[in-house]
């Protein structure tokens, strides 16, 4: 097995999935998982998902959401409440702020990393 046949555990019902032969311009929001294989420019906001740029993915954007899985290239500024994952076929080209980052031998990427601890429980049960 390939390390890119595991791409991404099973997704809850509603992903929503930009296919290779689309092109994007503008800002991508919503709430629920998100699969981009195709073109996007401009913004994605998915605070509480995830958002996996696909293998045949071309996205120049700023991304926002709960985890990042990079198959393909991503350009511009990251930031992800919890996990960064480039995979071997990943190429990412910006500055991220994460919790986590794991990068795979043969990824490429290029930019700063700012790491920030999670919240404590009782910080966040105050919010």
């Given at each position: 097995m390939k390390s890119d046949d595991r791409v991404l555990p099973p997704e809850p019902e509603g992903?929503?999935?930009?296919?290779?032969?689309?092109?994007?311009k503008g800002e991508v929001t919503g709430?629920?998982?998100l699969y981009v294989d195709g073109a996007v420019e401009g913004s994605i906001i998915l605070e509480g998902s995830r958002v996996?740029?696909?293998r045949n993915a071309q996205v120049t954007a700023d991304v926002q959401a709960?985890?990042?899985?990079?198959?393909g290239s991503l350009k511009g500024k990251l930031t992800v409440s919890d996990q960064l994952d480039i995979r071997s076929t990943g190429t990412v080209t910006g500055?991220?702020?994460?919790?986590?980052?794991?990068?795979?031998?043969?990824?490429?990427?290029?930019?700063?990393?700012e790491l920030q601890r999670p919240?404590?429980?009782a910080a966040k049960q105050k919010s």
């Amino acid at each position: 097995m390939k390390s890119d046949d595991r791409v991404l555990p099973p997704e809850p019902e509603g992903r929503t999935i930009i296919g290779k032969s689309l092109v994007i311009k503008g800002e991508v929001t919503g709430s629920g998982p998100l699969y981009v294989d195709g073109a996007v420019e401009g913004s994605i906001i998915l605070e509480g998902s995830r958002v996996t740029i696909g293998r045949n993915a071309q996205v120049t954007a700023d991304v926002q959401a709960r985890d990042i899985v990079v198959l393909g290239s991503l350009k511009g500024k990251l930031t992800v409440s919890d996990q960064l994952d480039i995979r071997s076929t990943g190429t990412v080209t910006g500055n991220v702020v994460c919790q986590r980052i794991a990068i795979e031998e043969g990824a490429f990427f290029k930019g700063g990393v700012e790491l920030q601890r999670p919240e404590p429980a009782a910080a966040k049960q105050k919010s």
